[in-house]
């Protein structure tokens, strides 16, 4: 199972949107609405901020959105502040019963 | 407080092996199916494996890396996940997270198990 394709890095100054893609295939992000994003600080454990593609959990920001298209998800973020400063993975659900993780996309704020 | 307390890691020659646990607390642990989530340093977000809840007949399932290699359990009595790492090779090398996925998203702090001679 290949990582799901994310860009290495998204750049935005603050108050702009930016958006991070997250590329599978029919088996994976394709195939079901199980694609979650998570947060990561550098030093810091990962946390979720979208699940089930478009769900934010409880006491997330709704400057977070997510969404999903084919084999493509996306990770939208807007009102960009300097905390939203991190790597940003997606996950998805498989055919095979696995979970595969995407590269993770480096956010700067400019 | 949702609470996922790793331990077991360290320093283990390539070729040997090494058990990692993970104490739960906080929630119904036997509700839930259990992932493993590796990053080696400077890198990416990994899945290790999963052990589903005794409903689904605790199966497990392991990604292609360590499959053969690794082994996860868990004793549901004791709120606890574990992870038996055989024949450990230096790309092992990583935090590994215990982590309940889906809506949850509840992460462990990581132990870090280092693969060297």
């Known amino acids: 199972q290949s990582a799901l394709t994310q860009p290495a890095s998204v750049s935005g100054s603050p108050g702009q949107s930016i958006t991070i893609s997250c590329t599978g295939t029919s088996s994976d992000v394709g195939a079901y609405n199980y694609v979650a994003w998570y947060q990561q600080h550098p030093g810091k454990v990962p946390k979720l901020m979208i699940y089930d593609v478009n769900n934010r959990p409880s006491g997330v920001s709704n400057r977070f959105s997510g969404s999903k298209s084919g084999n493509t998800a996306s990770l939208t973020i807007s009102g960009l502040q300097a905390e939203d400063e991190a790597d940003y993975y997606c996950?998805?659900?498989?055919?095979?019963?696995?979970?595969?993780f995407g590269g993770g996309t480096k956010v700067t704020v400019l | 407080e949702v609470q996922l307390v790793e331990s077991g890691g360290g320093l283990v020659q390539p070729g040997r092996s090494l058990k990692l646990s993970c104490a739960a607390s906080?929630?119904?642990?036997?509700?839930?199916?259990m992932d493993w989530v590796r990053q080696a340093p400077g890198k990416g977000l990994e899945w290790v494996g999963r052990i589903r809840k005794k409903s689904d007949s605790y199966t497990t399932g392991y990604a292609a890396s360590v499959k053969g290699r690794f082994t996860i359990s868990r004793d549901d009595s004791r709120n606890s996940l574990y992870l038996q790492m055989n024949s450990l090779k230096i790309e092992d090398t990583a935090v590994y997270y215990c982590v309940v996925l889906g809506p949850f998203g509840y992460w462990g702090q990581g132990t870090l198990v280092t693969v060297s001679s």
């Open positions: 906080g929630f119904t642990f036997s509700d839930h199916n």
């Open positions: 996950a998805s659900y498989t055919t095979s019963s696995t979970i595969v």
